[in-house]
């Protein structure tokens, strides 16, 4: 079974976050990593917070979590690539390949998304193993953050079973 840890990269809407945790608690997410100015499902004070938990519909308690300020982030991505995980980012980058490009022998990973306008940073991209993205057929040149985390997870964590 594939083991798989999100991070959520400075997103803003706690709509999208939210509807992430629902969408990664389903497809097996076995933890989200949370970093800088993406919203937690509580407040600073340690209360749920209802407008997290209004789309989430639970979900937030029923995946580990953690959050993770931006100056302990390239840590982080260090002590999971010690521990044997493949970073992935994914986001439109010259040197990114298509996300059905993912190897199929691929075990334990951390998919990195990035915030709504800004995407991944530049420096997490140059920490990570293997940058990813969507191709786009149509006009647009990319979709919600949290509708591509759907497509990205469902590839790597079902699609390639």
């Given at each position: 079974m594939k083991t798989c840890i999100l991070i959520l990269e400075n997103l803003r809407s706690v709509e999208n976050t939210a509807s992430i945790f629902r969408t990664a608690e389903g497809l097996g997410v076995?933890?989200?990593?949370?970093v800088g100015t993406t919203p937690a499902p509580i407040d600073r004070f340690g209360r749920k917070r209802a407008d997290f938990a209004k789309v989430s519909l639970g979900s937030e308690d029923m995946i580990e979590w953690s959050y993770v300020g931006q100056e302990n982030f390239q840590l982080t991505i260090s002590n999971l690539q010690k521990e044997g995980f493949k970073i992935i980012a994914l986001e439109q980058d010259r040197n990114s390949?298509?996300?059905?490009?993912?190897?199929?022998?691929?075990?334990?990973?951390a998919l990195i998304v990035g915030s709504e306008v800004e995407g991944v940073s530049r420096g997490?991209?140059?920490?990570?193993?293997?940058?990813?993205?969507?191709?786009?057929r149509g006009k647009k040149e990319s979709l919600n953050v949290s509708v591509s985390t759907g497509i990205a997870l469902y590839m790597l964590l079902l699609n390639h079973a």
């Amino acid at each position: 079974m594939k083991t798989c840890i999100l991070i959520l990269e400075n997103l803003r809407s706690v709509e999208n976050t939210a509807s992430i945790f629902r969408t990664a608690e389903g497809l097996g997410v076995s933890k989200i990593i949370l970093v800088g100015t993406t919203p937690a499902p509580i407040d600073r004070f340690g209360r749920k917070r209802a407008d997290f938990a209004k789309v989430s519909l639970g979900s937030e308690d029923m995946i580990e979590w953690s959050y993770v300020g931006q100056e302990n982030f390239q840590l982080t991505i260090s002590n999971l690539q010690k521990e044997g995980f493949k970073i992935i980012a994914l986001e439109q980058d010259r040197n990114s390949n298509p996300l059905q490009a993912v190897s199929s022998k691929l075990q334990a990973f951390a998919l990195i998304v990035g915030s709504e306008v800004e995407g991944v940073s530049r420096g997490t991209l140059d920490m990570c193993d293997e940058i990813l993205e969507i191709p786009m057929r149509g006009k647009k040149e990319s979709l919600n953050v949290s509708v591509s985390t759907g497509i990205a997870l469902y590839m790597l964590l079902l699609n390639h079973a």
